[in-house]
């Protein structure tokens, strides 16, 4: 912004024009200029080296910078120990919580704690039925349902049959509630394969060995970027025929879509989901906010194809999209 000088005389005659203006006699002000000292624990269950969740931490964090708040990231896969994590921000009297929920029953008691507490509660990513039910301010992510859905619309209408529905976490209900979505609208065969998630080598491998015993299966679809990369390599390994489709991007994904080894990709923004879960509690903080209107906030789902995937791998490379 540029700044001129102006005389003490135009000035105030600026503030009695505003005086007047505002029809209240007071001068009008803007949204807080100074930095809250406030911090807000994002806990997701992410495992290590999830490249997913590494685009949720950036978000929140670059949200934090920008509003000068501290956003304090910390994961575990495990529900319990999740609950653990978000026990011991209510006790640090943290001044918000972004919380992720692949395990909502799991989760239940200590996020109805933390607003009990008077602590405001942004759920992402999973627990798109339950959010309102634990008592928080909003919900932000992409309804599997609805993705689910418009992925096997898509597959039948490119002839696929056979479709193997690759889960890598077990008992995370938003990856089983996408392929049973996909098994309602895909008009062919839909079989779930389980996987380890935390071991590359592991997924392509299971998939290897399942293409190889069932030539029938001619679409693979994976429920994350990296694993629709794994899938690409079991394909081949295996010689087979089968089409490679997943959610959720990375610049590997984005070059293999551009090469024509993934057909599309579904993106539902995790930068998006972790960058609004700080923004959503930062107008609770500054403006008492309660942001959604009782709704949830989607931030997906996007189809990534051959044919609009070069406008967003430049954000890709920097670990955004």
Request: net charge negative; glycine share 10%; aromatic share 6%.
């Amino acid at each position: 912004m540029r700044h001129r000088r102006i005389t003490i005389t135009g000035l105030a005659a600026s503030a009695l024009l505003l005086a007047a203006c505002s029809g209240t006699g007071k001068e009008e002000s803007g949204a807080p200029t100074d930095t809250l000292d406030v911090t807000y624990a994002v806990i997701t269950h992410s495992g290590p080296g999830d490249a997913f969740w590494d685009r949720v931490k950036s978000g929140a964090e670059r949200a934090g910078d920008d509003y000068g708040v501290s956003a304090e990231y910390s994961a575990d896969p495990d529900p319990s120990k999740q609950s653990e994590l978000i026990d011991a921000a209510v006790a640090d009297d943290v001044d918000g919580i972004v919380v992720s929920m692949a395990n909502p029953d799991g989760l239940q008691d200590s996020i109805e704690a933390a607003v009990e507490a008077g602590v405001p509660v942004v759920t992402i990513n999973s627990g798109y039925d339950q959010w309102a039910d634990f008592g928080a301010i909003t919900h932000i992510g992409q309804s599997e349902t609805i993705a689910g859905r418009e992925v096997g619309e898509r597959l039948k209408e490119e002839g696929f049959s056979h479709i193997l529905c690759v889960i890598q976490e077990a008992g995370n209900i938003a990856l089983e509630e996408r392929c049973a979505a996909v098994a309602e609208t895909a008009g062919g065969t839909v079989e779930n394969l389980q996987v380890d998630g935390t071991d590359e080598n592991a997924v392509t491998s299971t998939i290897t060995s399942k293409l190889q015993s069932d030539d029938s299966i001619d679409a693979v679809l994976t429920l994350g970027g990296q694993y629709g990369i794994n899938a690409v390599a079991a394909v081949d390994q295996a010689g087979s025929d089968a089409q490679v489709a997943t959610f959720d991007l990375s610049e590997d994904v984005i070059n293999e879509i551009e090469d024509g080894n993934i057909l599309f990709a579904v993106d539902q923004q995790p930068y998006v989901q972790g960058y609004l879960g700080v923004t959503t509690l930062y107008l609770k903080s500054i403006n008492g906010n309660d942001v959604g209107g009782g709704q949830a906030i989607n931030s997906g789902p996007a189809f990534i194809t051959s044919d609009n995937a070069d406008s967003v791998l430049e954000f890709a490379k920097n670990g955004t999209r």
